[in-house]
């Protein structure tokens, strides 16, 4: 049982360039999230999917665009990559209706030069 | 959305001596969840308190939910290198995720 998972692990892109980071869960989670994690600032949710078909903004969603693809996976794009999208991005999911636990995947390590 | 704030940011700590971090915020909590990150990994859930008043033990690891549902801890007796990590608290966790504290790194010197 995999959980979630990610890709890229570690990506370095130039300014302007645009990439999209992979997720998928195998758990059936209906919540599925975006973070990021800068040092000092802790975890910042980006955008969010409650459930198949829907996304909402979180936190921080300037310069990302989401797609719910289906149950089970849930992109981040950057259209044009900035150095202020240098992050570690998380992917997360969550059952939903229960003890609305996160489940993380492994993290995508960003570096936009 | 609702807000916590930890503290410290940094605790330094020789190996068996005790640490603590806390979580805090301004409104009433629904609820309070606690995850550790080891250095160069991904959060992991440790536990969800709800109750106010609330006491949960795993092993050296003691949490607890304030009476008011204002504040958290979560308290390590002991501690060992495999302790070493950020510990982050959340407050949330419905369909729109959980805000998170913005964790103490916990360092501790052999």
């Known amino acids: 049982n995999a959980g979630v998972t990610q890709t890229p692990k570690f990506q370095v892109l130039k300014t302007g360039q645009s990439m999209t980071l992979q997720c998928a869960q195998d758990?059936?989670?209906?919540?599925m999230y975006w973070y990021r994690q800068d040092p000092g600032m802790g975890l910042r949710l980006i955008y969010y999917?409650?459930?198949?078909?829907?996304?909402d903004k979180g936190e921080v969603p300037n310069g990302y665009n989401v797609s719910r693809l289906n149950k089970r996976e849930f992109s981040l794009r950057l259209e044009s990559a900035a150095p202020s999208q240098t992050s570690v991005y998380f992917c997360a999911s969550n059952r939903a209706g229960g003890a609305n636990v996160l489940t993380f995947g492994a993290g995508s390590r960003l570096t936009v030069l | 959305g609702q807000q916590v704030m930890q503290i410290p940011q940094y605790q330094h700590v020789q190996e068996g001596e005790d640490f603590t971090t806390y979580c805090n915020s301004s409104?009433?909590?629904?609820?309070i969840q606690w995850y550790k990150q080891r250095p160069g990994g991904h959060p992991v859930f440790l536990i969800q308190?709800?109750?106010?008043?609330e006491v949960k033990k795993q092993k050296r690891l003691t949490f607890q939910f304030g009476e008011a549902k204002k504040n958290s801890s979560l308290h390590i007796t002991a501690t060992q290198t495999t302790d070493v990590g950020t510990y982050f608290c959340g407050t949330g966790g419905g369909a729109d995720g959980l805000t998170f504290g913005k964790g103490t790194h916990l360092i501790i010197q052999p």
């Open positions: 308190l709800v109750k106010s008043g």
């Open positions: 758990m059936n989670h209906n919540s």
């Open positions: 999917s409650a459930s198949e078909g829907t996304t």
């Open positions: 409104t009433t909590l629904s609820n």
